[in-house]
């Protein structure tokens, strides 16, 4: 049974803000399969506990396939259930919800019915024992890349499915949002041009509406709000990165804003968090300290913003992950590191209840060749 570890908030004030931080001892969660795990994406699950989906590389004469591992645990470190999406060519989650009925719904590509370098959209939900409710895949046939990249819970009870589109090879790529039924089938959908290049768009819900947000042109970061009765998306903000980035994760804020992890490339790793208001303005661009990627982030129910990320430190070629807790003016109020003896990089983070987060990561193995590694989870108390 998983141990909530010392708090994340506080700590890193007392020591300094970059030290090293103790940890408790803790009972951490272990997930391994032959080939070695890495979190696709993870979420809290009804009634306490978590969802996780993995990929495993599996190796093949010439070269690897990606194969699903979804996993449900409850809140006190106890496996219900797992299965294994392992179908011919690669799947790829790359996003997770739940909805009503504890139904766990994932999102992603598929390749098994395309040539390669073609992908469809991957569509699959899960009931509370783990009996699969829905396996789709569909999408426009080869050569479009048709996937699916966010899911996201409405009001009404259908899902919100954002993605990328692309209707060949040597196009750019278009963001493509669908409302879908509990069971896949396409509600209304619409193409946006000026979106998503080269971006894996995002969605995120709360009391002020439903966002999408990707990248236009490498640089620009655009969100749009959602207008599911109008069966539409409207521009709500947009903002430029100083070169080329990705919208890593983003949530929706107790105000009505949202809070938007981006990743700069095109040089030095670099991440920043950005704060928008509720009608869509800039409040804060902070930049994340350290040669840095974010890999996740969420909001915990009192308004601090946990964001999970992996640092490389030059000196020391080290990589380690880490969590960070942000409050409402951008100012870091916690950090803490894995509860492992070497490297690691972060996975997701999602809340655990009202004062819990749940922290995924997986050990860096640098040795030649190099060992199946599993993915760790960490039940991480935040006050």
């Not at 990606?66 to 179908?87: C, I, Q, S, T």
């Not at 690669?90 to 996003?95: E, F, R």
């Not at 039924?181 to 002020?208: I, M």
């Not at 992890?261 to 790793?269: E, H, R």
Request: hydrophobic share 40%.
């Amino acid at each position: 049974m998983p141990i909530p570890r010392a708090p994340l908030s506080a700590l890193v004030l007392a020591l300094g803000l970059g030290a090293a931080m103790p940890a408790a001892a803790t009972e951490a969660i272990t997930l391994e399969a032959p080939n070695g795990l890495s979190t696709l994406a993870i979420t809290g699950a009804p009634g306490g506990g978590f969802a996780l989906a993995a990929q495993e590389l599996v190796p093949y004469a010439g070269g690897t396939d990606p194969r699903v591992h979804v996993f449900r645990y409850e809140a006190n470190g106890k496996l219900r259930w797992e299965r294994v999406v392992d179908r011919h060519g690669p799947q790829i989650v790359k996003a997770i919800t739940y909805g009503p009925g504890e139904t766990l719904y994932l999102g992603g590509l598929d390749g098994s019915e395309l040539t390669e370098n073609s992908y469809q959209k991957m569509f699959m939900a899960f009931g509370p024992r783990g009996d699969v409710l829905e396996d789709k895949v569909f999408g426009d046939p080869a050569p479009v890349e048709d996937f699916l990249s966010g899911l996201a819970l409405l009001s009404n009870g259908n899902l919100l499915g954002v993605g990328r589109y692309k209707d060949d090879p040597q196009h750019d790529a278009d963001m493509q949002v669908l409302e879908l039924t509990t069971t896949g089938d396409v509600v209304w959908s619409a193409k946006v041009s000026d979106a998503a290049h080269e971006s894996y768009p995002v969605v995120a819900t709360g009391a002020n509406g439903t966002f999408v947000a990707g990248t236009y042109e490498n640089r620009k970061v655009f969100v749009s709000r959602v207008e599911s009765g109008a069966q539409k998306v409207s521009n709500f903000a947009s903002f430029t990165m100083p070169r080329r980035c990705a919208v890593a994760q983003m949530t929706v804020l107790q105000d009505g804003g949202l809070a938007i992890a981006v990743n700069l490339s095109g040089g030095n790793n670099e991440a920043r968090l950005v704060r928008l208001s509720s009608s869509g303005s800039v409040m804060w661009d902070v930049s994340v300290t350290g040669n840095t990627v974010i890999a996740d982030i969420t909001r915990m129910p009192d308004g601090l913003i946990v964001v999970a990320g992996t640092s490389d430190t030059p000196k020391t070629l080290e990589t380690y992950g880490w969590l960070r807790a942000y409050n409402d003016s951008g100012e870091v109020v916690g950090e803490i590191k894995p509860d492992y003896e070497g490297e690691t990089r972060a996975g997701g983070v999602t809340v655990d209840g009202k004062d819990g987060v749940f922290f995924s990561y997986t050990p860096v193995d640098e040795s030649i060749p190099a060992r199946p590694e599993p993915v760790i989870v960490e039940r991480i108390r935040v006050e």
